[in-house]
């Protein structure tokens, strides 16, 4: 059974910092892609960050220089470290996995999603 579990959300000031975890069970992570969407209240889901199972990453214009993208493999933990937060920023976060993943944006191409984390940037 595949399961993933984000923590680390919570609340922030604009410009502060937090780190989300996502741990995973049930495959072998090493081979999936694995990314980080979120979604604010009445938006779409969006794709912010993938990590390719070659170690290469893409990013969301909206995060770029900004969030960095992780994975221990080893540890079957895919991180998420998030600096200069912004209000926008606010939303719920999920991890993802698929195996085979042709457009990273699009979260129908990832198979399997954590509950989701909230995270809250205030001003």
């Known amino acids: 059974q595949v399961q993933l579990e984000e923590s680390g959300g919570g609340s922030v000031q604009a410009g502060g910092s937090l780190r989300l975890s996502c741990v995973t069970s049930?495959?072998?992570?090493?081979?999936?892609?694995m990314g980080w969407f979120r979604q604010a209240p009445e938006k779409e889901r969006e794709g912010i960050a993938t990590a390719d199972p070659d170690g290469s990453t893409t990013y969301a214009n909206s995060v770029k220089g900004r969030f960095t993208i992780s994975r221990d493999n080893a540890k079957n933990t895919l991180y998420l470290q998030m600096n200069a937060l912004k209000p926008e920023d606010s939303a719920v976060y999920y991890c993802?996995?698929?195996?085979?993943?042709?457009?990273?944006?699009?979260?129908?191409?990832?198979?399997?999603w954590g509950q989701g984390t909230q995270v809250t940037v205030s001003s």
């Open positions: 049930g495959y072998t992570t090493s081979t999936y892609y």
């Open positions: 993802a996995a698929g195996l085979y993943v042709a457009d990273r944006t699009l979260p129908s191409e990832f198979d399997y």
